[in-house]
């Protein structure tokens, strides 16, 4: 079955960076755009950054000029680097992928990342 997993999350100091990579599984990767999504307690979930499968990318203001997503087509996998991590990024972070013709979507378990101030 379709399978995402996420990594790299943890605990980081305000300012600081941390990549995640999400590796999907049982589906054809290079097809499908990807993103990654975050929910901190007590907030709805947001899109923080999506790539399609021509390379378009779009991130949410919040993250702008800080988290660059990337994929690897080869590898199966979507990454987020993260610079510059403020506390209002604490949030954990879920791996999406969205079906050709917005026909559904693929989620992962999430990989939570927490950052201090």
């Known amino acids: 079955q379709v399978q995402l997993v996420e990594s790299g999350g943890g605990l980081v100091q305000a300012g600081g960076s941390l990549r995640l990579s999400c590796a999907a599984s049982?589906?054809?990767?290079?097809?499908?755009?990807m993103g990654w999504y975050r929910q901190a307690p007590g907030k709805q979930r947001e899109l923080v950054a999506s790539?399609?499968?021509?390379?378009?990318?779009n991130y949410a203001d919040s993250v702008k000029g800080r988290f660059t997503i990337s994929r690897d087509n080869a590898k199966n996998t979507v990454a987020l680097q993260m610079s510059s991590l403020k506390p209002e990024d604490t949030a954990g972070y879920y791996c999406?992928?969205?079906?050709?013709?917005?026909?559904?979507?693929?989620w992962g378990q999430g990989t939570q990342v927490t950052v201090s101030s």
């Open positions: 790539i399609s499968s021509g390379g378009s990318v």
């Open positions: 049982g589906i054809i990767f290079s097809a499908n755009t």
């Open positions: 999406n992928l969205r079906l050709p013709l917005n026909l559904g979507n693929y």
